[in-house]
């Protein structure tokens, strides 16, 4: 009998240490699953964060270049419109220096007519006259080259 409760006790206890064993190594492996879990978790948030960042940096990019390839339309469109004011402004100069021209002509020739000037007088008003159609003909030379530059672009 006393080797029936020793075997009994030690069965008991036996079986109670195998139950407890395998509830530990559960709730190890549990936890030890949980973490594995929380690292891969963590693991694909961040995976997440990165890929978001890089899409964040293609769109800044993108949006960086939109706004460099309007500051150059702008540009381009100033700079026609400064060439268009400036051939304006040439041919504007040559109709004054045409004007000028003339103007001293006509102003010799009455001059001539009424005896006022000497023949110095006359070279001085000739030499006004050939500067002035110099300046004429550079003018339209560079009235010229703006046009050029105005086709081209």
Do not use: C, W
């Not at 240490?17 to 530990?24: C, H, K, L, R």
Request: net charge positive; no cysteine; hydrophobic share 35%.
């Amino acid at each position: 009998m006393i080797y029936k409760r020793f075997l009994y006790a030690f069965a008991l206890t036996l079986g109670m240490g195998v139950f407890s064993y395998a509830q530990e190594s559960g709730i190890a492996n549990d936890s030890v699953l949980r973490m594995e879990q929380s690292a891969q978790e963590a693991k694909d948030m961040q995976a997440k964060i990165d890929q978001a960042e890089k899409e964040a940096h293609k769109a800044e990019k993108a949006a960086k270049k939109a706004e460099k390839a309007q500051e150059k339309l702008e540009k381009e469109a100033k700079k026609i419109e400064d060439l268009k004011e400036a051939v304006i402004d040439k041919k504007e100069d040559i109709a004054k220096r045409n004007r000028k021209v003339n103007k001293l002509q006509e102003d010799m020739e009455l001059d001539k007519i009424k005896g006022k000037l000497s023949p110095n007088d006359i070279d001085k008003i000739n030499n006004k006259i050939e500067k002035e159609k110099l300046r004429a003909i550079k003018d339209k030379e560079k009235l010229r080259k703006l046009e050029q530059k105005l086709q081209k672009s």
